[in-house]
């Protein structure tokens, strides 16, 4: 490859990243201003509309929950399972959780505790940056964490990104934690799962 030839790949890449990042953000927006990320029907209805494309774009929502803390993964979780069926509604949720959470991971490692602050409530940040305090046992505190639902996993990815964890260990932690709590997730999801029988008796 040429010089000239590894510019041009260069600008692809960075030309194609910036698309990404634009397209990400508005769907974001757009799921944010729409309510689509906060009502479960509304987000059901958007995946059904979307055919063939509907289990890219619901793992690309799930990505997008992690990084942007404020649309609950919980509505997210429910719909995959309700949607797709416990396998795949469980398979696309881990696969966009488990991307999501490596990104965030990477992004704060990167851009360290002012990307943090900027994400997620001051109350929150507050509540649990005290775990760095903690650098023997937080691997340990991060590893229940991840298993145990009910917390802030986003943030909690985001102070191993702030934390001594590398990135191997923060992988395998979420790689095989993860699964736990999205099946409890699920079940929850399967057990209230009434409202899907009707949503679907209208189409």
Request: proline residues 4%.
């Amino acid at each position: 490859m040429t010089r000239d030839d590894g510019y041009e790949s260069s600008r692809l890449l960075r030309a194609l990243t910036i698309a990404g990042l634009v397209l990400t953000g508005l769907l974001c927006v757009y799921g944010v201003a729409s309510g689509l990320f906060f009502d479960k029907e509304k987000l059901a209805r958007f995946l059904l509309g979307a055919g063939y494309w509907g289990p890219l774009v619901f793992i690309l929502i799930q990505i997008l929950q992690v990084i942007v803390p404020v649309i609950p993964g919980g509505v997210g979780n429910a719909v995959g399972v309700l949607l797709f069926g416990p396998w795949l509604g469980f398979l696309y949720n881990y696969t966009g959780i488990l991307a999501g959470s490596c990104i965030n991971f990477l992004l704060i490692r990167r851009y360290g505790h002012k990307l943090a602050r900027a994400l997620v409530s001051a109350k929150t940040y507050d509540k649990y940056i005290g775990w760095l305090d903690q650098s023997d046992k937080f691997p340990r505190l991060f590893t229940a964490a991840i298993i145990l639902p009910g917390l802030p996993d986003d943030f909690l990815c985001m102070l191993a990104g702030l934390s001594r964890m590398t990135f191997r260990q923060f992988f395998l932690v979420l790689a095989f934690g993860k699964p736990i709590s999205i099946f409890l997730y699920s079940l929850a999801a399967l057990t209230a799962g009434g409202w899907f029988g009707r949503l679907l008796a209208g189409f």
